[in-house]
């Protein structure tokens, strides 16, 4: 007598399974959705103006996703799951509106989408220093600005408007950075001879460049987003990019990931008005001016070495107040309210000429 094999669900089941499951997630999310507007209830009962949104409580839900996540699917595509429900909630509790540097279309919008979600409303701005000046004025809730590439380093003029600005840093995002080169419906492959792009994009695709278009005309514009809206009108025009402005713009994809180093990414920083509790895995951010002395630097950085804080980045920028002065910029592991963090804070401002935490604020989750 030979076993049989006992036959597994046939197509017609499976597909009854996912409808039964779809069913369960539809009345599970809107059964969040409800909660999440009960949520803002209690809090605008308690408070009028009470903030809806919580960095340090959105970074939580997220590990904990990640954490528990049991698959197929990876974490991270969990993650990125979960942050469209939640910024889908949020929305019904209170639109956040994002300022960023724009114009539609570039990395620091495809940053800010991937921080708050598609139902977060964003603003584009002309220039980082904007963005800062619509988040103190108030027009908007948060703002979002590159601060360093892992290629081509630091943006300075972020650096710089921190200096001036009293706004707090509330969260970081990390993007990888992919370049495309994209030309539209009437560009003719064969011909081209211009390319535009962003002189920081021209840089980190530099290799591949002098490989494929060594004679082509490299031009330099405020924004990818901007080089690919002007190949639109161009016959013999391609454009350096990334996916969302050629989806704006409706371009096709000559060679895709062109930049020279796989690993390229950037880090945006969230800047807003309030200060972030601890969620558990933090970061902190502050600018320190010291005295033009022999051994200055050694003073600055000996409390963290003493007191155990992990830094992350050490920056420098001339001072404005005078010639040959300078200006630190300091990233470390820890929250400012940890009493380690806490105590090396305090000495290195009383060795200091000046000091600003510019925030305490989550590790970033995606």
Not at 102 to 116: I, N, S, V
Not at 122 to 147: K, T
Request: aromatic share 6%; net charge negative.
């Amino acid at each position: 007598m030979s076993d049989k094999p006992t036959p597994g669900p046939d197509l017609a089941d499976l597909r009854q399974r996912i409808d039964t499951i779809d069913s369960e997630l539809l009345r599970l999310i809107s059964e969040r959705a409800a909660c999440a507007q009960e949520v803002a209830h209690v809090k605008t009962a308690d408070d009028p103006d009470a903030v809806f949104y919580r960095p340090e409580r959105e970074a939580q839900v997220l590990r904990r996703v990640m954490e528990n996540n049991p698959g197929p699917l990876h974490g991270e595509e969990m993650a990125r799951l979960f942050r469209e429900i939640m910024s889908a909630c949020l929305a019904l509790e209170k639109p956040i509106k994002v300022a960023f540097l724009g114009p539609e279309g570039t990395f620091t919008q495809q940053a800010a989408l991937k921080h708050f979600g598609h139902s977060a409303i964003s603003r584009p701005m002309a220039a980082i220093d904007e963005v800062f000046r619509e988040v103190e004025a108030g027009a908007v809730n948060y703002g979002v600005v590159p601060v360093e590439n892992s290629t081509e380093g630091v943006v300075n003029n972020t650096l710089d408007s921190f200096m001036d600005s009293g706004l707090h840093i509330s969260g970081e995002v990390v993007l990888r950075i992919h370049h495309h080169l994209l030309i539209s419906s009437i560009t003719r492959q064969d011909k081209i001879s211009r390319i535009y792009s962003h002189p920081q994009s021209f840089a980190q695709c530099r290799k591949w460049l002098d490989a494929h278009y060594p004679h082509a005309e490299r031009i330099a514009v405020s924004s990818n987003a901007e080089a690919a809206r002007m190949v639109k009108t161009e016959w013999h025009s391609a454009a350096i990019a990334g996916d969302m402005a050629a989806q704006l713009y409706g371009l096709d994809h000559v060679a895709e990931k062109i930049e020279d180093r796989p690993d390229n990414s950037t880090r945006f920083l969230i800047i807003g008005n309030e200060s972030v509790p601890p969620s558990g895995n933090d970061k902190t951010s502050l600018v320190v001016a010291m005295r033009n002395e022999p051994g200055v630097l050694h003073e600055l950085l000996e409390p963290f070495h003493r007191h155990h804080v992990d830094l992350t980045r050490l920056e420098t920028r001339p001072s404005r107040t005078g010639a040959w002065n300078y200006v630190f910029f300091i990233d470390f592991k820890g929250h400012m309210e940890q009493p380690e963090i806490a105590s090396a804070l305090e000495e290195v401002k009383q060795r200091a000429s000046d000091m600003k935490v510019l925030g305490s604020y989550p590790v970033g989750v995606l």
